[in-house]
């Protein structure tokens, strides 16, 4: 393992007891420089881009493009070099700029970090966007609102940066849900359709109730810190300080909830597949790097408090909800004939390993799914997009045989496929097998075996639907209108590009041959305790026992997909329509959930908000009114019965119990200058009598 | 400068719209640019006075006030004309300064029947002498006069110029015009309210030793005054009083019928700037002089203000008209303003106070929006609208926008109010239950998710989906310039106080930290 | 307490009678003219009692403004006004028993009052009658300003009764308030 | 004995009479078309009348004479002052109104300014007699003033009902007073007050000491109309000409607080524990009981007339609160002049608003001033400055009225003068109800489609009336101090 | 003889004119009441001057002054009485009731 000279952090390597658990903590030989001082002009540019877009956007459509993408072409830029400084040297800088002090202990600051883990993100986002953004130029020609969409593009780029450069957990709401408003616009693209922008509130909308979570989550944190900092709340979390123990397990079991929404975590994962109602790019941008990593990235941000101070009992609801969501998001997936829900369910599917690992305390592990997933979904997703493009529909029934139109989607999308389903050496192999590595060696964590077992089923899995998507896609005959064609060159490029990484980023962090991907992700202030697997070479170093499940799983699953999809090539949609009696209802319906939250929903939208309006209109309007009213009913009374009437109200009551009620009416028509009179003296003598008596 | 030493300058921000609305009244009724350009004009120089004052004021010195006087008023009674301002009042007096502004510009060519500029302009110069006088006035009777005067022009605006639709009052079977329901029911209402603060400000006199209605005089006696035995009955008075007009739940019913039935302008300044006098008061007035008994009423305002907060949330579900439901959403918006005065907290209080010119920028241009839709619909009903930012796409994004930021964006100026208002509520002033007040601060946040349930869902029955048949031949101005010329300080304010909060805490930390230094011992 | 023995009582008792007859008649007669001569009867013994009180100026100050003025005016009143003269059944209105009862009552705190404070006193040196002198001088002295006011008041009440009761060739034709 | 005549302190009270002599006078010499010249007069008359009062003011000193039955202190020049003022502009009201049709206009100045000089007299009568004799002068002429529409039947009407009803009063007035007379020997203040206390105090004494002090509030309760003894004011408000009304709401009333001040708080100054109660319990259902009833009014002079009844409550809430103990007696002896003094200008001010906005309408109805904001805006806006003032809306002189009324009883302390503010304060919003009906009529709705009979321009002398009105309400409101100087001043 | 004796009488009177006042329904009648309680009031002040004897015999000046009140409230009700009367052809206070607001 290469090291960095120590600089400005202690160095922290100690090797555990056993040998294998290290604990990895900053060293960093950048930290200074151009490169890291001016991450705030990656910060700002794309909201400067997205601002002009919509100033020029409306003279000429062009600029959309234009400036969006000049945009990431710098993120791009600055990532990479950041990235590369990283891994070179290993940068760590951090710099806040104060907004506001608030009292004595309470400052709000925008400011920037970049370490290991942010500087992988800013990678990933910048590689990942650019790509994504080129694509789009293509495949958005001619749509509605081009310039605007390019605007809300930038945006979503850039709040995702703000979000991951954030020191403290104030900025990091800020980007959070600057991310959430972005998608919301992206998504509801095509609002005129109600179902777009109901796609749209929809995902915003969950992404609210879960960042309930996260706000609370960071208020506690940070109100037993006494900072919003995030490195002051892992000090603490590292120190132990009595007030953060106090409030950890449930601040991180928070700040996890906020998490599950924008990683979208079942059950709080509804709103991704509706979000496929965007644009494909949308669509590749949002599951690839920029919004559902953003809760594994709080994750692994916040990871020393989980290990530490929260501990297993925070942990393993991380690590339980992590394998719920990669298993039964992952059977959804059998049974989507829409494309990009397939792959909708399969990022879910995947968050959940990233999820589940993080939980696991496999933290290189996480973020390592994390980074390699980046590439190849963004590459299915465009890929699929580009598949879209050609035959207009989504719906895999109206594809197949699309191999021979467009060959170079079709390899690429292959790859992708492959290395999604785990295959080895593609990059997504190395990254689960490190998951599985990593859960097997969660022993303190309750049901950590069963979670295992999870994990390698749903290796299965996602082989199997991969497999199915690819049979239904580019195999067999093609079942559509039309005669569709490779998409334009500005659309394959990236795919090859993306193809590329696919196949190679798995080889930053092989065991036991290289593991830079490890060290690379090691800097950073706060130290990190996790399971590691040392070696000479990586047969060595490999747990087969964990590793070789997987592998079996991952060709287990191609081979039945292509024993069910792959012979005959006529009848292959025939045989998707296999449905198995009580389970096929359960996984097209996605469990019920959906509906329960529309129920839900309605319920309050509907009877208990107009249960409430009612409220408003009859009870304290009603006492409002009412008292209006009374006071109007009880003036006539007084004038009519009181004041006009004077005396002789009192004398029929009088009267009245003498049974005199005949006289009433003429009484109440008899001359009132005399009751005048009357009252007068009555009055008189009444006081008179009263103060005499009653001293 | 003299200007600044001897109170002049700030006695400028009531004399001048006075002055302006003389004018204004003095003119021939037909020569209706002469009274825009005067009253455009007044409310600018009003603007600059407040500008001048700001930048004058010593933001470091955190007790006192700043740029006032104390002269002599009735002597009769004590009452001084005391005026002056410190980091809590200048961006209330900033706030209510600018709005004026931008009411008047809105107005240049916003009519709404039975039109008469003349009369309008001369209400809203009266209403912002009133609004201006509240925020600098430093005596209790000088106050309370300020606080009441504001009812007068609001009073007409909503009579003479409100929605003259029939409403019909429910039970009762009484049907009469939404503008007289409203106008009398806005003015019943705080008036009952400020009786009962008035008299709580008689009580704090007599009580007072020496007596007096100076509010530095009286925060200066705070603990004898805190030790009356009725000096719960005193504080209930005033916050009766403000409540009213915060409004906080269950006196806010006369807020969506006033603000539903308002023309426009009266909307924007009702919701801007009237709703803050009473938020101004607890802070200025009930929460300084009476702090142990407003630590003892804390509680109950917390709880009111989260009721609040849910219930304005949910009644605006059931809205089918566009601007009762930004009508409502002030009950929820001003809910969270008052959770983070109830904490009592620094923290709690500064929220409150970016709370309030948050609310101000934004509601305020919801209303504008409002306004200018139904102007050019002709109808508020959600369910006739539609599509709209396919018939007008300016107005359709700043809808957008400004209802993201209403529901509390990270990064605009909605934001801070509502989260610090819950950080305040985690941890609220040492002495109060502090689970009562997480309890709120959990629902608070819950509240946040429905705001957000009701601005989204606002927004795609508005703006989004096919523009309705009945649409199809109609020719739609998008934002003109006079509405443009309106918004964009607006739409720029909302930035800018989000992304650099600054702006109102430079001026509130300081002041607010002294108060709660008084009050409350640290 | 009151002594029989002592002649004044009896001339009281025979006076007091006799104004009290008198107001009875006032109120409870039937006819207008008995009424107005009722009064007369109750003024008049008045200011014999106020005689014996020794109060002389007083009392012919009573049988001149009252017997000679203002029973004159109230004949030409009730004249003028047509008023039913003779028995007239609906003289008196259906509260009777209402105003009969108030009546009670203040009579009965009247008599309270005056017999709880007043009970024991005796009148002594009755019958010294007061010197005009005295009188003239408290109104021309110490009195001299109300006495010069009253005078306003009777010149408004002349002035004003006789527009008042004066007819008017065309009637006006009213404001609306 | 002797008695020296200070001609000086009556200075007011013989120009006065003598402005009635030269109108009686002169209404016998004039023809017909000059008789205008009687109201020239008499309002020249009331101006000459201040030239001494201002020698009085400037002189300082506080003037007695004949046995202390007739004082002139500060107190005395104050209200003298304020029936001076208010006696022109109700002159001022008058003039238009009694040209207008046939309405003897010398008879009429001449009965108008012998009311005024009785309410002279009351400032200054220190004694009971003196003080009855007043009282009468200020009454006298108003009965006969009432039903001075002879053509009008609720005018005459009104007449009868009020002056049966005052006559009433006067006799228990003199009852109780001849019984205070027989409980102490004396009429005149002092020594009242020096032997009263002893009174109450003997068990025996007691019934009658109560009985006098009650009677003679009930005098005074008649005349300010508070509730029960108000039932003829409404009905008399209506009948009676417009500016006779406005008289009697104003000047009338506030010469019934004045004898009410100086009984309550010199002669019966030792038995405030039986006033200060009775006058509690007055005010509260004053307030409560007017305040309600003119929720339901239609016409615009009745519902001014139950507002009066009310606005009579809120000035006894002073003496209610004086029941307490501790009560700073000089505290509430001038709220209440303060609000007679605020009462007086904005209440004339919307009667004359009332006469000048009939002058068009042709209706006592409310209804009838619907649309009057875009058919005569400045009127209407003077009318919405009356209103809001009688409501008590600050910056409107009103305001400071009710200001210093919750003073005095807040300043009081006690749980009854409490409540009694309390209630008070729940009054004074239903009471903006009524009053701001009538703004709403004015401004809110719309105008009839039927043109206006009489667009003729108001009379200058109303105009007069109402811009000063106008200016006085204004400059209260924003200056209270004007009033309050005036109003703390006047102390006995 | 004693002052309760006139204070009684008195009192008689002054109860008898409220009767009067009250029941009667005729406008004169009820003027002749109200007279009848006037002069109650004389004979309180009377008796009380004969009991108390005071210097400037108050109590007769009090009722001299009475008197003359009394009798301008006759002419004024008189006067008033006479309007009425010519306006609505009757003199019953029962009939006058056009102000009912």
Known sequence: MSRFAPLLFRLAEETGEHGDEVHHAVEAGVTSGWAVENVWIMLLLPFVAAFLIVLFGRFDEKWGHRLAVTTTVYMFLHGSWIWYLNITQGVLYEKSIVIAEIGSNWVLEWGWVVDGLSSMMYFVVGTVSMLVFFYAVGYMKGEIRYAGFFAAFSLFAGAMLVLVAAPNLAQLIVGWELVGVASYLLIGHYWEDKTNSSAGMKAFFTNKVADVGLIIGSIMLATAVGSFRISDILTAAEEHAHDLEAVAVVGAILLFFGAMGKSAQFPLHVWLPDAMAGPTPVSALMHAATMVTAGVYLLGRMFPLFEGLAGVEARQWVMWIGAATLLLTGLIALVQRDIKKVLAYSTLSQLGYMVTALGAGAYTAGLFHLFTHAFFKALLFLGAGSAIHAVHSNDMHDMGGLRKFMPRTYATFLVASLALAGIIPLAGYWSKDEILVGINAAEGLPASEFVLWVATVGAFITAFYMTRTVALTFFGQYKGHGHPHEAPAIMTWPLMILGVFSVGVGWVNIPGVYTGFTDWLAVRAHAIVEHHVEGANWIEATEWGVALPGLVAGVLGITIGVIVFGRDEGTQAERDRFRIPVLYPLLENQYYIDDFYLWLVGLIKGPLARAIDWTNSYVIDAVVNGVGVLMAGLGRIVYGGVDQRGIDFAFTAFAGAAGGSGGLLRRLQTGRVQQYAGAFVIGAVLLVIGFTLFR | ?522 | MFDLSLAANWVFLLFAVVALLGGGTVVLSRNLIHAALGLVATLSSSAALFLILGAEFVAWVIIMVYVGAVIVLFLFGIMITRAPIGREVSLDNERRGMAAGTALVLFATLAWASVSAFGDVELTGIGEPTSTDTIAEALFGRFVLPFEIVSFVLLAALIGGIVLARRDATPDEGNPV | MTFEIDYLAIGPEIAVALTVMAVLTLDLLLPKSQKYWTGVVAVVGLMVAALPLLQLVADGTTRTMLDGSWVVDDFALVVKALFLVSGYLVLLMSVGYIESDRYYEGEYYFLLLSSILGSLVMASARDFITLFIGLELVTAPLFLLAGWRKGDVRSNESALKFFLIGVLSAAMLGWGMSFVYGLTGTVSFTGIDAALGGLLADEAMRPAAVLAVLFVMTGFAFKISAVPFHFWAPDTYEGAPTPVTAYLSVSSKAAGFVGLLVVCYQAFGSAREIWAPTLWILAVLSMTVANLSALNQTNIVRLLAYSSVAQAGFMLVPFGAAAVGGADLGQTFSATIIYIIVYAFMNLGAFAFVLAATRRTRSGLISAYAGLGTRAPGLAFMGAVFFFSLAGIPPLAGWYAKFVMFSSAIGAGDTWAIVLAAIAAVNAVIAFYYYAKVVKTMWFDAAPETPDKDVSMVPGSLQLSLALATVLVFAFGILPSLADTLGRAAQL | MTLVQYLLLSSALFSLGVYGLLARRNAVMVLLAIELMLNAVNVNLIAFEAWIRDALAIGQVFSIFMITVAAAEVGIGLAIVLLVFRSRETANIDDFNLMKG
């Not at chain 2, 004399?15 to 825009?36: D, F, M, Y």
């Open chain 2, 1 to 522: 400068m003299e200007l600044w030493t001897n109170g002049a300058g700030l006695s400028l921000t009531v004399v001048l719209p006075l002055v302006g609305a003389v004018i204004v009244g003095l003119t021939p009724r037909a020569s209706e640019s002469l009274q825009k350009v005067v009253a455009l004009l007044t409310s600018l120089a009003t603007l600059a006075v407040t500008v001048g004052a700001a930048l004058v004021f010593e933001y470091g010195q955190g007790a006192g006030f700043q740029l006032g006087t104390d002269r002599p008023w009735i002597p009769g009674i004590d009452a001084t004309y005391a005026v002056g301002i410190d980091g809590i009042s200048l961006p209330m007096l900033a706030l209510s300064a600018f709005i004026t502004v931008l009411a008047i510009i809105y107005s240049w060519n916003h009519w709404d029947e039975p039109k008469n500029p003349k009369a309008f302009l001369l209400l809203i110069l009266v209403l912002a002498a009133g609004m201006n006088g509240t925020f600098i006035a430093l005596d209790l009777v000088l106050f309370f006069i300020f606080f009441e005067i504001v009812l007068l022009p609001m009073y007409f605006m909503i009579g003479i110029w409100g929605d003259k639709t029939p409403r019909s009052v429910p039970i009762f079977g009484i049907t009469m015009e939404t503008r007289l329901y409203a106008a009398l029911k806005f003015f019943v209402f705080t008036l009952f309210g400020s009786a009962f603060m008035l008299l709580g400000f008689l009580a704090l006199y007599f009580n007072a030793d020496p007596q007096t209605f100076s509010i530095p005089g009286l925060i200066a006696q705070a603990p004898a005054l805190g030790a009356l035995p009725f000096a719960g009955w005193i504080f209930a008075g005033l916050a009766l009083g403000f409540a009213v007009k915060v409004p906080m739940w269950p006196f806010h019913t006369w807020l969506p019928d006033a603000h539903t039935a308002a023309p426009t302008v009266g909307s924007v300044l009702l919701a801007a700037i009237l709703l803050k006098l009473g938020s101004y008061g607890f802070i200025r007035i009930a929460i300084p002089v009476l702090p142990e008994q407003a630590k003892e009423f804390a509680p109950a305002i917390a709880v009111l203000a989260v009721i609040g907060i849910i219930y304005g949330s949910l009644a605006c579900l059931a809205q089918t008209d566009m601007k009762r439901l930004i009508a409502f959403s002030s009950v929820g918006h001003m809910g969270f303003v008052m959770l983070g005065i109830a904490t009592m907290t620094e923290i709690g209080i500064n929220a409150a106070i970016i709370g309030m010119v948050a609310h101000g920028v934004i509601t305020g241009l919801l209303f504008f929006l409002a306004g200018s839709m139904h102007h050019r619909y002709h109808t508020r009903e959600m369910a006739r609208l539609g599509g709209n930012l396919a018939l007008m796409p300016k107005m359709g994004w700043i809808l957008s926008f400004t209802a993201m930021a209403s529901l509390g964006l990270p990064g605009l100026a909605g934001f801070w109010g509502e989260f610090m208002a819950l950080l305040g509520a985690y941890n609220p002033l040492p002495g109060l239950d502090a689970g009562l007040f997480r309890g709120a601060m959990v629902t608070g946040a819950i509240g946040t998710v429905l705001t957000a349930g009701y601005l989204l869902w606002m927004l795609q029955k508005v703006n989004l989906g096919e523009p309705k048949a009945e649409w199809a031949g109609h020719e739609f101005h998008d934002v003109d310039r006079y509405e443009m010329t309106a918004w964009l300080p607006l739409l720029a304010f909302t930035v800018l106080l989000g992304v650099y909060p600054k702006l109102v805490f430079g001026a509130t930390v300081p002041a607010v930290e002294a108060l709660v230094q008084t009050a409350f011992g640290g």
